[in-house]
């Protein structure tokens, strides 16, 4: 049997020729051994070349303490390598099998409320447990011992999406955890209560065995203790990563090891751009927001997943050929936008894509949720769908391992300033931190305008054009270096609420934005946050919403582009650009949508010197996404409206779509064309 192309980053047999992954995570003990047979057939018709396996599998794998159970597993991985099939074999340890729950009790999260999270779900286990610890490491080093040299292996797969059921726990275990992380940030207790302000409300620790999480209180907790509690939850996920993989990277050194992130929508608990360093690639999950901003959402997502890579390949590990099951209504995907939406991915360095799941289950919680065999079996539109994917891959492999292309503006996402921006006991707490840097992205793209979305502490220096919405925690070193990038002749651009605290979310005193007060030429001496549905014109002839803020001009190198036009604050200024040198520092002290954020952005991108790299005609209409090997260049050109869309004047060989006779690229409705370049 041969073996299909798949990328070079995976262990793969010598005769493997690279290209792009493409597979699902395969459940086989949820169907009778003659199902596997026609499994590996359809696999092989579609193009799959990977699969992620045993995911759920720890009952299964090990039925009692000491019973162990791999027969069927062997078999699963003979019958894959067989087909040429490789293996993602996951460590099985996501979710705790009945036996041990019942043996181990004390393995079981509780919540903020002190109620313990049952089983019966999955994914039911304390980070911090050291009894869950040893019972998981037993079963991976079983795993890892049993296939280190198993010819179908080309990946590890640590958990499933650590902390998307489990992120905040507060038990005992995690009491105990929390003191040693703190104790290790502190060192001492009168730098913890310097940093917590426990001056306030009678709070301060005698002893560190005092301290516990923000459990449910009488009011709203310490904010810095709750800002802590994330950063603690955050790391000791990681931990256990580290723990598993550190395991796998013993028995096989040779086997990249990852996890799978979920960098989509309000997945908000876990640091990735700090996890990025503990795989050896980056793995990413990603599940469609309905409404109208769904794609950009997708398309902001992996271009941050891929920042996150430091540019490099990634892995798409799981996004859905339709509907899933967890939404209020779980809508189909229309026509092309299976591959429209797996292909957005690929434009932003993703080099495999994989569905949850290859065979929809006919049981289970999941079972309406959608696969890339359905419930109606092959003879379907999504089967079919799904064929023609892999085909489109195939004709992709060239790409495999371009990296992305910078472009010339970024968009900064920071977690911690998620967090502690969105806290309680706030101005607002209708403030959506991901919704404004989303609305940013989308003024982007309605510009065509290319823009990475790139973590908090990436270099800015090659970056024309910085956009960092809502960057509310900035230490004394972020300052510095956001002050350095616009003397060098950067042009920044921040909104409202950002610069307010430090790292330990304590307020930046002599006027709102701290941090950046003296960089913007501006002072705030008030918020002025607005009610829902509440809104305020500006000279601009926009409508803004959500916030306004008392904005006073203290340079005289600051221009105002737009001032409030009604309520309490007309007159004054909501939108002000300062020069700087060559450079320039801009503020948005309210929220204005994309339609208003596509304004603004236009004005600051042409002042900046970043314009559009597409025909005027089709901004807006198409999303332009590059990867680079070497001297070759892939441009994507992602239709995001559902009619066809002509882009003339673009240079390349379309590797996915074609020249019309007026050497335009048609690009259908939910489109991709794919042009190499060189
Ligand atoms: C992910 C998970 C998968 C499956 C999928 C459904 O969160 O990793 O196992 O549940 O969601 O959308």
Not at 47 to 65: C, D, E, K, T
Not at 100 to 108: M, R
Request: charged share 20%.
């Amino acid at each position: 049997m041969t073996h299909p192309a798949r990328p070079q980053w995976l262990r793969r047999p010598d005769h493997a020729t690279p290209g792009l992954a493409f597979g699902a995570d395969y459940n086989p003990e949820q169907w009778p051994r003659e199902v596997w047979r026609d499994d590996v057939r359809l696999m092989r018709e579609a193009g799959v070349n990977i699969v992620s396996l045993g995911i759920f599998s720890w009952a299964r794998l090990q039925p009692g303490a000491d019973t162990w159970r791999f027969d069927w597993l062997d078999e699963v991985m003979a019958l894959l390598h067989d087909h040429g099939i490789a293996v993602d074999l996951a460590t099985a340890t996501a979710s705790p099998p009945p036996w041990l729950t019942a043996k181990h009790p004390e393995i079981l999260p509780v919540n903020a409320r002190g109620e313990t999270i049952w089983p019966g779900g999955r994914q039911h286990w304390r980070p911090t447990s050291p009894v869950f610890r040893s019972y998981a490491l037993r079963l991976v080093e079983a795993l890892a011992g049993r296939y280190a040299d198993h010819p179908a292996l080309a990946a590890w797969h640590v958990s499933n999406e650590l902390g998307c059921h489990n992120v905040y726990d507060y038990s005992d275990d995690a009491a105990h955890a929390f003191r040693t992380w703190l104790r290790a940030r502190y060192a001492t207790l009168d730098a913890l209560n310097h940093a917590w302000g426990t001056a306030f409300w009678s709070q301060e620790y005698g002893d560190w065995a005092q301290i516990l999480p923000p459990r449910l209180a009488a009011t709203h907790p310490n904010p810095t203790q709750q800002l802590d509690f994330k950063r603690f939850s955050s790391e000791a996920l990681r931990e256990h990563l580290r723990a598993e993989r550190d395991i796998l990277r013993r028995y096989t050194p040779d086997v990249p090891v990852t996890t799978n992130f979920m960098i989509m929508g309000g997945t908000k608990g876990m640091d990735y751009a700090a996890w990025a360093a503990d795989v050896d690639f980056v793995s990413n999950d990603h599940y469609l927001e309905p409404g109208p901003q769904g794609l950009d959402e997708l398309s902001f997502s992996a271009n941050l997943t891929g920042n996150i890579a430091g540019g490099r390949p990634w892995f798409l590990m799981e996004h859905a050929t339709s509907a899933v099951n967890w939404q209020p209504v779980n809508v189909a995907k229309k026509q092309g936008e299976l591959a429209r939406d797996s292909l957005t991915h690929v434009a932003h360095g993703a080099d495999a894509v994989c569905f949850f799941q290859w065979r929809q289950s006919a049981a289970g919680a999941e079972k309406f949720h959608s696969a890339m065999v359905p419930h109606a079996g092959s003879d379907s539109d999504v089967f079919r769908s799904v064929t023609r994917l892999g085909a489109t891959l195939r004709d992709l492999a060239p790409l495999a391992g371009a990296h992305r292309e910078q472009a010339p503006a970024a968009i900064v996402f920071h977690w911690e300033s998620w967090w502690a921006a969105e806290a309680d006991s706030h101005p607002s707490d209708l403030l959506r931190y991901r919704e404004e840097a989303l609305d940013w992205y989308t003024a982007f793209l309605d510009l065509g305008i290319r823009v990475d979305v790139v973590p908090l502490g990436t270099p800015l220096a090659g970056y024309r054009l910085v956009v960092a919405p809502i960057l509310h925690m900035i230490s004394e070193p972020v300052a510095e270096d956001l002050r350095g990038y616009v003397e060098s002749g950067g042009h920044l651009v921040t909104t409202y609420f950002s610069g307010i605290v430090d790292e330990h979310d304590h307020v930046w005193l002599g006027g709102h934005p701290g941090a950046l007060r003296d960089l913007l030429g501006i002072r705030v001496e008030e918020f002025a946050p607005l009610r829902r549905g509440e809104t305020v014109p500006l000279d601009l002839g926009l409508d803004a919403s959500l916030w306004s803020e008392h904005v006073q001009v203290t340079s005289p190198d600051v221009t105002v582009l737009a001032r409030y036009a009604g309520g309490e604050l007309a007159g004054r200024p909501a939108v002000t650009r300062r020069t700087v040198g060559a450079g320039s520092a801009a503020y948005a002290s309210t929220c204005l949508g994309p339609a208003g954020l596509t304004r603004v952005l236009g004005t600051l991108a042409e002042a900046a010197g970043v314009a559009s790299e597409l025909p005027p005609s089709v901004r807006g209409q198409v999303e332009l996404a590059v990867r680079r090997q070497d001297e070759v260049r892939y441009a994507f050109l992602v239709n995001r409206t559902d009619r066809t869309v002509t882009v003339a004047g673009m240079a390349g060989e379309p590797l996915v779509g074609t020249r019309g006779p007026d050497g335009g690229i048609a690009v259908g409705p939910r489109g991709v064309a794919v042009l190499r370049q060189s």
